[in-house]
Each structure stands twice: as structure tokens, then as C-alpha cells.
DNA sequence: TCCGACATGAGACTAAGTATCAGTTAGAAT
DNA sequence: ATTCTAACTGATACTTAGTCTCATGTCGGA
């Protein structure tokens, strides 16, 4: 079964209609490079309203057909959805992004629960940095301003 | 030296002038909750122009006076910065943010960098949850859409 | 084939942030 | 103290991302 058949699967299961609209959208996904945003959708699902395109990319967020990549300027883009927990690396130069799944955090959800009393819930994690390729092409990169990182 | 005087005198080592505008920012900064919004400045720093919040805001970023704290819905909060590199606790609930240190990442690092090629930079990590005070005055939230918490 | 709930597109609206520009001012030089 | 100018400012127009509304369209069950 296509990815494409899977995800109008899902959808039918939830009581969603597989409408025209819906489609050109999942097929403007499923064209699109490993990540994009809403605008790149809106452009390639030619004729879809805008609101519908956001409409249909919140709907597929909650069928975790989508996730959101956080940037570290605050914008948003998505990628088609691994499966279960993960987590983004993200090349600041090109904006390529990669899905890893290596999340041992229960030692810190663990010492962060005893020390402040939360009830940790959930987490987000993404990391940056330059791929292969970036830096063998772009050996010295302008120096962006210093993120929160470590 | 209060906080105040320290920041007036980071500003002006970096050859930054002091202005009537920034120091009714900074009052207001000091004067906010511990995390606030560039909304809650603007209403704060009664006169100031919103332009010149905003770019009093992001000069105050580069300065490390504050910090982002990214909200779930990728909305953007902040706060006065703690010193070096932190993350934050955030409860879903009422919005409280707390800063913490721990932060063993150099093992992820070192797999992520060994099995992509990529060169890790930063990384940006927020951790969601409950604090006590909500937890006990409303045991059952309203439960929002999942996140990418583990 | 009728029907109602679901879905749609257009466009108005909101929120968050940026750009422009003429006028103001901090603070160094005189 | 006065002058000078780059840095700064507020007003306002603009952009971008996303939501809301509403009249219209359509899917698919009875």
C-alpha cells in the first residue's frame, strides 16, 4: 500500500472525507522536498484555498501524518511524519533536516521531577548544526547570532 | 550593582547609547513576571513605540540580557537570561518557566555527529509540564492536542 | 434523490514582526 | 557650553502567518 493510499486510509477511519481539496494537498506533500512550509503547499496544491490549506495541515498534524520542525528563528516547517518519538537535526545552512530517534532524557525528566515538582509531560528537542555538504562547500559560514546552544 | 546598572553597562561597552526609550524597557523588564511577552512589554513601557520595543528586545537578545523561551505553539515568551547555556521547564498550564542547567547532551552529540557527518552546533530544548501549584488546585486539565513529548 | 453534516474558497480580519523615513538626541569633540 | 553627527526614535505603512466567517458546494447515507 502507497504512503498516499495509507493516509487517505487514515483519515477515512477518523470519519474525514477524502476530498479533492485533501488530496491535491497530500499530493503536494508527497511531491515536496523532506521538509517544507505551509507556503510551499499553498504553492504546489494549485487551486486549494489558503484556508484550506492551513485547515488540512492542522488535520494531518493531529493524524501525525505531519510534524512541525521548529526552526531557530521561530518559523515553522513540517515534514511527513516519522513514526513514534523523534527528533530534528537541522543543518543551519541549507535547512536540510534529519530525523533521529536517540532521545535519553528519562535520567533528566527523572531529576528535573524531584528537584521541582513538576509532572514533566513531554519535551522538545532539535538540534542544529552544518551538514556534510554545507561544509565542504561553505567552509566558513557567516557567523549567525550565537543560539542557546551548547 | 544592581541588575539594571549592569545592563546599562553592557550597553555601553558595546557602544550602545543609553536612552530615555531603553531604560523604560528595562524597567519594564525588571519589573515583569518572570516571563513575559513583547506584547507585555509594549503595554508596560508606557511611550515607547512598538518598532522600538521589538528592537530593544532583539538587541537585548544579542547582549544575552534575555533570552527566548519557546512556547509549545511556537509562540515566542521570554525572560531575563540566566548565565550560559540553560533550558527551560515549562508548565502547560499556568506558563511558569523555570531554568535548568542539566543538560548531558555530549553523548547524543557525539553518536549524531558520528552517524550524519553533521557538525553539531547547538541544540534547543524545552521540556513541558505541570507544576505543583496546578497540578493540585486542577488535578484534570483540559487535555490539549499531543505534543512530540515522549 | 434528498438531506444534512462536513468541507470549501474568498476575503476580511488579527497578531507579530519589519521597513521606511523624517525628526530627535546622546554623548563625544571642540 | 556649543556644535555635530551617527545612533536612535515614533508613526505608520507594510508583510507574513494564521484564523474566522459565511455563503456555497459536495459526499455519501437513508
Redesign the pocket.
Known amino acids: 500500500m502507497s504512503d498516499l493510499e495509507l493516509i487517505i486510509q487514515r483519515?477515512?477511519l477518523r470519519?474525514?472525507?477524502?476530498?479533492?481539496?485533501?488530496?491535491?494537498?497530500l499530493d503536494a506533500l508527497l511531491a515536496a522536498p523532506a521538509h517544507f512550509?505551509?507556503?510551499d503547499v499553498l504553492q504546489r496544491a494549485d487551486?486549494?484555498?489558503?484556508?484550506?490549506?492551513?485547515?488540512?495541515?492542522?488535520?494531518l498534524q493531529d493524524l501525525n501524518v505531519v510534524c512541525r520542525v521548529m526552526m531557530e528563528?521561530?518559523?515553522?516547517h513540517y515534514r511527513i511524519s516519522a513514526r513514534g518519538h523523534h527528533h530534528h537535526l537541522v543543518c543551519r545552512s541549507c535547512g536540510r533536516v534529519e530525523d533521529f530517534a536517540i532521545c535519553d532524557v528519562s535520567a533528566l525528566v527523572q531529576e528535573l521531577s524531584s528537584s521541582t515538582e513538576y509532572e514533566i509531560e513531554g519535551h522538545w528537542l532539535e538540534v542544529y548544526g552544518r551538514c556534510q555538504s554545507c561544509r565542504t562547500t561553505q567552509p566558513l559560514a557567516t557567523a549567525g547570532s550565537e543560539s542557546n546552544g551548547s
Open positions: 483519515l477515512g470519519g474525514h472525507r477524502v476530498t479533492g481539496s485533501r488530496r491535491r494537498v512550509t505551509v507556503d487551486g486549494v484555498g489558503r484556508a484550506t490549506v492551513f485547515r488540512t495541515m492542522k488535520l528563528d521561530g518559523s515553522r
